[in-house]
């Protein structure tokens, strides 16, 4: 995709309506949260070279709202990842999911998950910073988000990316990684991972990961234990003996509901206690 082509792209690129392709079909035991009380919707971000589209809900009276980045799996900005930008509403948050992919591709549109991994190989890292950086500034100066109060939750490929970004943006107050990837290969799109960071990690990070998860292997995640031992951060992770990966994605066979539960209400008190 050339330059011209993906300015086009970004500026007509939409949010996904319903499930990713690849996710179907969904599981009798998804959780739908209803918007009553919020503002939820689709917005626009500006961002380098375009503008690419969000989920964004919040309640829908008062002001000067908390803020909370919710970051992607890599089937996007689907129905899962939106309910949780309203679950987090409900709670209080300006809660915003920005599509992080879109330069890339329509990922809920494909039918593989290989067809996806192909589309998210491509995403750099320095752009997915640099969009939540924009995210956070729209946040702040177009829906009353208080940006002294901001935290950061991702899931599986989002929830590698929470750690990066506590790491990258100092303003963040705290973030909650529910399985992400911890180790690999530096690459030029990929230059560090969430082990390389750790030992300088200032902001405090809350670890969710399951013991079963066959593609996070429980040493990768006790190295990262051991490295953040060195940081200031606080940081905790929280291993869930029984759980498989995405044993929070309530659509997918993976979802164990006590463990998600349990986590949910970590993830709340942690960013209650750190000031988010």
């Not at 950061?152 to 990258?168: D, M, Q, S, V």
């Amino acid at each position: 995709m050339n330059a011209i082509t993906r300015r086009e792209f970004i500026a007509t690129a939409t949010l996904a309506a319903g499930f990713a392709l690849a996710v179907q079909p969904v599981s009798s035991k998804t959780i739908t949260t209803d918007a009553k009380g919020l503002l939820a919707g689709a917005v626009k971000i500006p961002v380098q070279g375009g503008e690419i589209p969000a989920y964004r809900a919040v309640p829908a009276t008062g002001k000067n709202f908390p803020i909370v980045l919710v970051i992607q799996e890599i089937f996007g900005v689907h129905a899962h990842i939106q309910d949780v930008t309203r679950r987090l509403a409900k709670l209080g948050y300006l809660a915003i999911a920005p599509e992080l992919f879109v330069r890339q591709g329509d990922v809920s549109k494909l039918s593989s998950v290989d067809e996806i991994r192909q589309v998210v190989a491509k995403v750099p890292d320095a752009q997915v910073l640099s969009d939540l950086d924009a995210t956070v500034n729209w946040a702040t100066k177009s829906a009353q988000g208080n940006v002294n109060k901001l935290g950061i939750t991702g899931f599986c490929w989002g929830g590698r990316i929470t750690w990066l970004y506590a790491t990258h943006n100092p303003k963040v107050k705290a973030g909650a990684a529910w399985y992400g990837r911890l180790v690999g290969n530096a690459t030029e799109l990929t230059p560090k991972h969430p082990v390389d960071v750790a030992p300088t990690l200032q902001v405090p990070v809350l670890g969710l990961y399951g013991g079963k998860d066959t593609g996070i292997p429980l040493e990768t995640v006790e190295q990262m234990r051991n490295r953040l031992k060195s940081s200031r951060s606080q940081s905790k992770i929280i291993v869930y003996p029984d759980a498989p990966h995405a044993f929070f994605a309530d659509y997918r066979p993976s979802y164990r509901e006590v463990d998600a539960k349990q986590g949910w209400q970590q993830l709340q008190t942690w960013f209650k206690q750190h000031g988010v």
